[in-house]
C-alpha cells in the first residue's frame, strides 16, 4: 500500500482524535525515520519525548526480545525476577526512596493524585474529602477524565464533564500565587518543570526552587510530572537538578523505556508512596518484566551513553544556531538542553505551515498549540545532524 491507501484506511475506520501529518513511517534508527516510499526524515518531535535514546536502539531491542522470550507478564498477584532490578536501579539513579511502577504517563499522574490525597488525610491530617490539589494554568499531565477537570484548555474539557472537584489553578511560573492558593486543605502542588505542551514554556529562574520551600513551609508535598522533561532531555537526569531541589514525588514515562514499550514510574519519598497499602491501587500490566527488563536497559543506555550530556552540550549548539537565522517570523526561541520551542509571531499563519515545509525538506516536527515549533529530537543526535537541520529550518524561516 502507498501513502494514499494508507492514509485512506487509517481514516475510513480511526476515530479522528489526531490530525498528523501526512506521512507514513515504517522503519526508525536513531535520529532518522523512514516512510513507505523510501523517504527519510529527521525525526525532531521524538515521539514527545518518548524515544530520547532514538529509534530501535539496538541494545533496548535486544533486551526486550530477550524477556520477550523468557517472560512477558505475571501480574503483581505473583512476583517476577525483573521487577526489584528495576526499583534499585531507577531508585539510585534519582536518589528516590520508593516506586511504583504503571504504564502510561496519564496513569502515573493518575496513581499520584490518589497517593497524595490518601497523605493528606492520614498523615496530614487534612478532613475527609476536603483534599485539595493545585495545578498550573496551561498544565498538560495526560487525557484521563480526572486529569482534563484540572485543565485549562477548553477544548480538551468540552463534551466530557462532568468533572472530578479538589483541584485549583494558579499561574505557572507565579510562587506567590501559589503561596496565596495554599490552604490547610492543601495536600500538593503538581507542576511541569517545563510546559512542554503549554508551547515549551520555561519559568522564571528560581521558580522551582521558590515553590520547594513554599510547599516544604506549608506541609505540601511538591508533585513534579516529568514525563517529558525528565531523562535527559532538557540536559539533566531530571530537570529538577537545574534548581538543586528534590521534589516530594517525581513523575517519569515516555523515555523510561526508549519508545520501545510504555513505562511509566512515580518515584517518592516514602512517606507519600508509604500510604499505600496491599488493595490501595494496581495495574495488570504494571511493573511486568519486559517492561522492567526494557526500562532498566533504556536508563543504561542513558548513563553509559552520556546522553544527558549530550541534550546539555547540543542543545546549546542547537538554540545559539536556531538564534543565529535571522528570521522576520521568529518572536522567541527558548527551552533547555534538546527541549526547544520556537514561537512565531501571530502574523506567520501559523507554525503548521512551517512544520509541513519542514517536512518537504526532510525533518519532522510537531506545532504546539498554534504559534509554536518544538525542536525535541533524540538525545543521541550528533552536531553534523544538528547542522543539517539548521541548513533546512533556516530555508523555512527565512522567507
Ligand atoms: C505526555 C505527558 C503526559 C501523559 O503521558 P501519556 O503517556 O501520554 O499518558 C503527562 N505529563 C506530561 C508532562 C506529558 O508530557
Redesign the pocket.
Known sequence: MDTKEIIALENRFGARNYKPLDVVLERGEGVWVWDVEGNRYMDCLAA???VNQGHCHPRIVNKLKEQAEKLCITSRAFRNDQLSLFYRDICELTNSHMVLPM???????ETVIKAVRKWGYTVKGVADGKAEIIVCDN??????LT?IGFSTEEQYKEGFGPFTPGFKTVPFGDAEALKQAITENTVAFMV?PI???AGVIVPPDGYLKAVREICSQNHVALVL?????GLGRTGRLLAEEHEGIEADVT?I??ALSGGCY?V?AVLSNAEVLGVFLPGDHGSTFGGNPLACAVAREALMVLVEENLVENAAVLGDYFMKGLERIKSPHVKEIRGKGLLIGVELKAGAGGARAFCERLMGLGILCKETHEHVIRFAPPLVITRAEIDWALSRVEQVLIP
Open positions: 514527545y519525548s518518548a504504564n502510561s504517563g496519564a496513569e502515573a499522574v498544565n498538560f499531565h495526560g487525557r484521563t486529569i511541569e510546559q512542554g505542551e510530572d516529568e514525563i517529558q522533561t513523575l514515562g515516555k510504555p511509566s
